[in-house]
């Protein structure tokens, strides 16, 4: 079999999870890392046509100037990354930095815009925004000699976009592209449509809009590409996951269930913006009154805490009635660093999503769910139950299982 | 289909549990108290043929002369019940206290044995014993007229006994029932030997012997019974047995675990003795190294702390590496009510059974592996995967799955 | 030594903290309450000229129609106060009750307004409301045949004013009562213009306005009376000024501060609006930069969880630069009950105010700083510090010391 | 004034406290350090005749072959002390480690004894100990022209001793020294003989039994001496004896107060050995029922998780009743690098000893008292209250205050 180079286009290639992604893997590829933190690596999936380290390429749009070893050098700094690991693949670093393109700013709000400063032309219209990220991924892919592209949305979180403004059908969407003022959709559909549009995969790790409309999964199907997202499952809302089902099925009624989250990277700067903020929230804490019979009272705050740096607190007080009504409590705290739970996903979701190309697989991959605080098109938010739905996917065809 | 009256057989009667679980009992055929809490009222499990509540009867064995109510008003004194719903059932606890029973004091170690101020035989074989325990359950089925008796032990945490001691075959340890000296079981599996000799089921919701040896299920299945333990699965380590999956889905890798526990209750002040602690820290720890793929280090501590009353309180402290080996931490704590927790389970314990042999199932019952720390025969620790056990159960000849 | 009777004025006579504190009152004039968490009957205070609970007489404003008993069952009802307590003190509670007046709703704002339900003029001027609350007073005094009263204001807490808008001297502010649109106090301060127009003392418990202004110290020492406030420190941040002198004293550099609090009595709903929300998280972050040298990054938020009741939990998050640059975390929970920290501290103070009256006091009563978030004239932030003013204070002219 | 060289003598020179005391040093020279964490150089203290960083020298005794070197690169792997800190030190460290010499293992107990590796004489008598340790330090004084020598122990804890069994004064003890089997101090004894026999001061950082013994009081009287312990006061204790105060002074009765600790430096192996642990837990446990009016039920737990390295971790649960009794809750996790705690204190410690000696006092220094978990000589356990004696001995003499 001949060797199948793959690439993988990280959306904010110089943030904190896709740095630590890349890090991460020139790790791998170097044998300076284990395979902690790594589904994919798991027994359960050993045997499977999964793309190896090494033929894995990264490239990327960005919207800052800042080096790929800036960020890495400050995730270091919070006791996020080993220093002596960094010194070792400074060069790599560079080499993929050179492969990382201006992005668009296309409805990112305020916030996110203001953090950018390289040139990034600011009059296109959509649909120009479009053909230029388009070209960007079609000259990774040529020059990479890679027979699939895997795009992965993990840049900051863009304020909520109302999805019912947004046409059903791409027949109807497609024309907007033209006008900056009637197109519905941000930067992170933009992405998507260029991705579909080259024939690569879209994989929406924050809670942008992204792929999510129905106009954009059939713009995946009918160009024979697929998509899943959104809102990587990483820290709290993955122990919500795990937590309430316990409740459910001891038929515990949880009364209240109040999340407070600090951090202070840069997802916690733009996220002090209160309109950015409140797609975070909510991606936070549906999922609760879907596992839970009786829908609690919920709080969900998440705050930038300067000092904090990459490492995320979340401190979560549930207040539950038992038998005779007799009320109880349970607190968690949970002392995560945010890149570092999130980038491994980010290289699972990778070789998965090629798995399931190599399958055949187009739309929307449902059995990625477990991945993900809002998984597209799956009602289950149990994880337990999403990972099972996983390990059965792979079992297919699969003379392991 | 006529009425079929069930028994609900308590070893250990006027303990916290049991009180609780017939106060709770006395609540619902009453119409005083909702449904919370109770596994076998989810709508999972609606439809199926279990007894109704008012088809239930109580009766049990205890070693110790105190009423029922007075460990109800202690109960409530500790703000685990309320008073007013205490109140309200003096009469049916009264008219239960009277279907006590003297129980066993055989091999229960001095602690137990101290707690006793019943009259009870101390120079019985244990043979003569279990022709005692069993007249009484006899007596308790024909004066009620029950179609069938579920034994349910809740007495407090017997010292560990020596598993490899106890021979293998009913065959081989049936006549060292004669023997004082050389019978190797406890008190626990003497109830078990009467039960099922009486045609009734077993279940063990504590960390003693009981029904764990291969001779008592040989015995169970001679006499066309059923059994299942042990140790109820309600707090610190249903928590372990929903966290540690996830962790192990994630692929990180728990460095350390430690869990301390602390409350004032009964049971509380048996585990005060080392040797009786044994047992239950034991129960409380080994599932971890079933879970995780590599066995953290753990260290599980119970102390009794008077003022706590039946406020369980845990701590546990989980420190993990993730991607890069990175270490995190997170902590809960939990503070249940540990006798409301542990009631609902018990009522459960004894519809599902009943079900079961109403299908015809005997021996052990592997299906109800998520109420015990301890699954007989189980080797999946998974909560969330138990659960789907008992789920997939209840839907088999059941035209609603 | 004749007898002497000293009233007690509760502002906000019903709500949580006044309904406790009577009801703890009415207990220990019984004999069925013990003196845990009473300030005043250390030993420290032994021998003290203080009035004896038997010689205090309770009376007050309110501006809900609700009963004593109605508050009191509410706080029984979430295990506050027992419920067998409340039985004893019902006839107590009821000759109390037909003791309490209309208050005032004079700039509360519009969560409190809509609170009120008890026939309240609403188109007095400030003046006429002053004299109206001044009659209630003295028909109190004298109907009662009290020595001396102190008001305590326990109400809910208004939205902040601005104390520069008030003028400075007593002389400027007092024609502007004539004006509902320019007089620029409050109804906390309207209460306390009429407590020192009638020689009464004022403690304000609450962060209202009450007696901060200039003006109104002038008043008080004018009319030869006292007074002290604002805002009782009874939970997070009697911990804050507990814990912030031990990191300023080890030179250990807080770099964030964060306090969450949620809870679900009366209080908490008028603080889920912001605007009154704003003043008393004002009065809870403010001492952290007065103790510690380098001010932290500080965040508080309270929530109105209404599964918790009265009981106030508070998750603090403390984040700390040690040798070397080192960061450390703090993490504390405290789960207390509102009422129940607050009404002994109300007892406290009254007995201290009426002891500082014997000893000839006017003015800013400063040694009373520790039972404040915000010690009117106290630099001195420190708990342990300012209570050592306390004993001091109490010393003085006592031949115990 | 002549600059006056200082010596910093440290027991147990290799051990994580006094590597990071040492590199904190070179580090405060060298200008890589700040102060925090230094409570010499907090604003009371400014203006004191306290020796400069830069005139202090330091050798030690040690029983471990080990280098400095090994043990900062050890603490820099758990994120204790900064890699790049440690890289530009790492010839200072080499000449400190130059100047260490091997200790004495009279009576330390077989776990200590177990660490041993460094040829230390293992059948002399304690006098012939002592005057092998004197001989140490007398020539650490004259090649290094030290003005004045104080020997810190911050060696791993030794297992209890019989403090009844030491004779009370110095006459008796001092012939014990001839019989290895009769003499009843152990190596922290001999070290603060050995000491004061050469005229240095004596700090004993640990709870070993050190001078304690009211003979060794004795002797460092007779010869000018002086001396302060013991346990140095960093984490628990040091919130427990901040927090417990607050508790007083309320008047709220503590009932339980419960604390875990879990930690994997080599102190914590020590301290795995119940024997060692013993004398620990006692040092941290006493103070409560010195500060609060009603002993409550305490529970102290050392741990040794290995995963923590050097991060010891608290977890304190306090049960307290307030006012009519009702039940409250607080519980605090401490996450403290220990010996980034304690090592700026065993720094402090010598310059204020130091300015002790010039101010020409002798004997017990309680003035230190806020520094030691079991403070020499002093009551007071309330750290406020401690701290305000080091402030109010800090001014004597001094035209500051």
Redesign the interface.
Known sequence: MAKRRIGIWLIGARGGVAT?AI??LV?LRNGQ???????S???SFAGLDLPDWKDLVVGGHEIRSLSLLDTATRLAGE???????LESCQDELAQIDARIRPGTLYRVGPTIAGLADLEIPRDETPREAVARLQADLEAFATSNHLEHVVVVNVASTEPPMDLSAVPSSWRQLEPLLDSPEQCPVPASSLYAIAAFESGCSYINFTPALGATPAALDELAQLRGSRHMGYDGKTGET??KS??A??FA?????V??W?G?N?FGNLDGRVLDNPVNKAAKVRSKDHLLSQIL?QA??T?V?I?Y????GDWK?A?D?L?F?????????????????DS??A??LVLDLVRFTELARRRGETGTLKFLG?FFKSPLGVEEQ????Q??VLEQWACQGHDQC
């Open positions: 630590t890090v991460g790790a890392a284990g395979t902690t933190g790594l589904v690596e798991l027994p006791q996020a990354i080993d220093h002596r690991l993955l122990l795990t937590l089902p316990m099925r001891r038929n515990l009624q009364l209240s109040v407070h600090i019979p609690p009272q709080l705050s705050e805490i300067e000092s904090m607190t401190w007080h207040h009635a038992g038998f005779l009504g007799t009320r109880m409590t349970m607190q968690f705290t949970w002392q995560g660093c570092l739970l980038a491994p477990s149990s994880f337990e139950r990972f099972l």
